[in-house]
């Protein structure tokens, strides 16, 4: 009932900045757009320069859209993972965060709320991103609505855990914002590159790829929506059979628990070292 | 002017220490530096008082006194170290949350509010974050910026409004979730004239209408005297007096007596006098006098007194007269904290 009263509050919060401030919106995804179409042609008109790496990278629209999709997903872990990190910093200076912090549903059903929201806008103009981008490049999406909701919600929360966790030191250690900048980085490069043959370079290189969050979300968005539900070796895996699915539902549940006790625990500390709600 | 009376908020041998760590810590003083430096600084330190039902407490003192620490402790934003916080029976520590829908917080003002929000679009936003939805919400908002004085300006956004409504539109936030406790970091501060009579007005309007508990900490003491039903001194993280505002004001007058002279008196003689607490002189129009500080306890006071009188007969002063002076809360203010300062 809290979850669902502050979201409301957050809903509604959100649509007014996004109509009050229209053109700002508009134009926020018109350059995200533009950037990634230049980015894209780029790479697919000047295939003579680049070397043959390049070539068979973004030669091919299929690897076209994989880098696209890599691309939005990982604009989505950045701006969620940001959500906690900028954006506590953000409330913080403008003094809104003081506010959260004497909310009764406490921080973390705030944030939770918060960071949902941002999700759903995120996945609306994502969604719409990869759309225009795709038929501009040429490229196909294949769309499985049931398997890509419940994609989509996985991947919000493993991305929520590890939100949770970099909320929480900044939180305490304040000051972190080039380390987060630099972590969101490598979340963000993580869903471009994440892809089913890394899992099949040895076992320490699968180990690592499962520990890590957005790499499996990452493999498994690509597989529904690039590969039809195919392996590498052209066999058809629904995504619900795919082993990546388990490792996902894993990393899931251990980034959540590790995120949340982490988040509350830094809150407390804070609490007790006089610095929460303040930056 | 209350529904109930008895103790509200009760604050029990209270301590926080805080722990600041300088790396590169250049002294100052002797210009020595330290790679590392640890030092604790005591923020509070066994604070006790209580807030009654409907009663408007305030807490004074100077920059780094340990003000804003407390009401922080009290909001659950400051865990203390020591000691016990409760509002309404709940302790602040086990009970947060429950406490959260009891207290209200204006902490900076200005910084409260979101600002491309306009104020009824804050008050929804703050209204559902505590718990407050539907018609509820609705009349609830308009009748806080009808009595604050903002109906005109509801749908303004909040980055056009001024310093002043921006602090009375934090103090509606405070009171959108109809807390039992108004804390009031400041009200004032950097306010002009009218827009700090105006807040004032409007606590003391909603303490006597709607029997709200306010904890007020301000430098402002004209606000205080005029706004406070009693008064906590707090120095140095201690509290060091802690009564009505008249009481206060009357301990105080009833300890220093002006004595008009005939020429600028001998401060080292007259504080030699058994009894005498400080000595200082004024020029006034009518010439010099002895601004004498007297032991409190009536008896030794009285005893001071005439022995101040004969003191000056023997220096063959020309007494002119001899008078009470009326106090204000900044002279009580200065004497309480002058001397730790």
């Not at chain 1, 919106?25 to 790496?53: A, D, H, K, P, R």
């Not at chain 2, 220490?17 to 590392?36: A, H, I, P, S």
């Not at chain 2, 956004?157 to 009171?175: P, T």
């Not at chain 2, 009564?243 to 004595?259: A, C, I, M, R, W």
């Amino acid at each position: 009932m809290s979850f669902l009263l502050v979201m409301k509050a957050e809903i509604v919060r959100t649509l007014i900045i996004m109509r009050r401030y229209w053109l700002r919106t508009i134009m926020g995804m018109i350059m995200g757009y533009g950037m990634l179409i230049v980015l894209i042609l780029g790479f697919m008109l000047s295939q003579e320069e680049l070397t043959n790496t390049m070539n068979d990278r973004f030669g091919d629209p299929e690897a076209a859209t994989n880098f696209v999709l890599g691309f939005i997903i990982g604009m989505f872990a950045f701006g969620i993972v940001g959500m906690f990190t900028q954006g506590l910093q953000g409330m913080a200076v403008s003094g809104v965060l003081e506010q959260l912090c004497l909310s009764p549903h406490g921080l973390v059903t705030n944030f939770l709320a918060r960071s949902t929201v941002a999700a759903i806008t995120t996945c609306f103009s994502s969604s719409l991103m990869v759309w225009m981008v795709t038929m501009t490049v040429g490229g196909t999406l294949f769309f499985n609505g049931p398997a890509l909701a419940m994609l989509l919600i996985l991947t919000f929360i493993n991305l929520l855990g590890f939100g949770f966790m970099m909320g929480g030191l900044i939180l305490v250690f304040k000051q972190v914002g080039q380390v987060a900048i630099l972590i969101r980085m490598g979340l963000f490069a993580l869903a471009i590159f994440a892809k089913e043959e890394l899992l099949e370079q040895g076992w320490a290189m699968a180990t690592l790829v499962h520990a890590l969050p957005i790499a499996d979300a990452a493999i498994l968005l690509k597989h529904v929506l690039i590969k039809n539900q195919r392996l590498v070796d052209g066999n058809y895996v629904p995504v619900y059979q795919h082993p990546s699915l388990f490792f996902l539902l894993l990393s899931c549940a251990v980034w959540t628990t590790l995120g949340i006790t982490c988040f509350k625990m830094m809150e407390n500390w804070s609490r007790a070292k006089g610095t929460l709600g303040t930056y | 002017m209350t529904e109930s009376s008895g103790t509200l908020i009760e604050l029990s041998r209270l301590n926080k220490t805080f722990t600041l760590r300088n790396f590169f810590y250049k002294d100052e003083e002797t210009g020595k530096r330290q790679f590392y430096r640890k030092r604790l600084v005591k923020a509070v330190q066994n604070i006790n008082f209580t807030i009654d039902r409907g009663e408007i407490f305030g807490l004074l003192g100077p920059n780094g006194a340990g003000k804003t620490t407390t009401v922080k402790m009290l909001s659950g934003l400051v865990k203390p170290d020591e000691g016990m916080v409760s509002v309404d029976g709940l302790d602040v520590e086990r009970h947060r949350q429950k406490v959260l829908r009891k207290v209200g917080v204006v902490l900076e003002g200005t910084r409260t509010s979101i600002w491309p929000l306009t104020p009824m679009e804050n008050l929804a936003y703050y209204g559902n974050l505590k718990n407050v939805k539907g018609s509820v919400l609705s009349e609830r908002s308009n009748r806080l910026l009808d009595f604050i004085g903002l109906q005109d300006k509801k749908h303004v956004e909040v980055r056009h409004l001024s310093r002043g409504q921006k602090q009375k539109l934090a103090i509606c936030i405070a009171l959108i979730g109809d807390p039992q406790v108004l804390l009031l970091d400041e009200p004032t501060t950097g306010l002009d004239v009218q827009s700090a009579r105006a807040i004032k007005d409007k606590i003391i309007e909603m303490t006597r209408e709607y029997g709200k508990s306010v904890l007020v900490t301000t430098h402002d003491m004209h606000v205080a005297q005029e706004l406070c039903d009693r008064i906590g001194i707090i120095d140095k993280g201690q509290l060091v007096a802690c009564k009505p505002t008249q009481e206060l004001l009357g301990n105080f007058s009833d300890q220093v007596y002006v004595f008009q002279l005939d020429r600028e008196p001998d401060i080292a003689a007259l504080e030699q006098v058994p009894g005498v607490l400080t000595v200082t002189t004024e020029l006034t129009s009518e010439g010099p006098t002895a601004v004498i500080n007297l032991e409190p306890e009536p008896a030794a006071r009285s005893r001071a007194l005439y022995a101040v009188m004969e003191a000056l007969s023997k220096g063959n002063y020309e007494l002119r007269s001899i008078a009470q002076r009326q106090q204000n809360l900044e002279s009580v203010f200065l004497q309480l904290t002058t001397s730790t300062m």
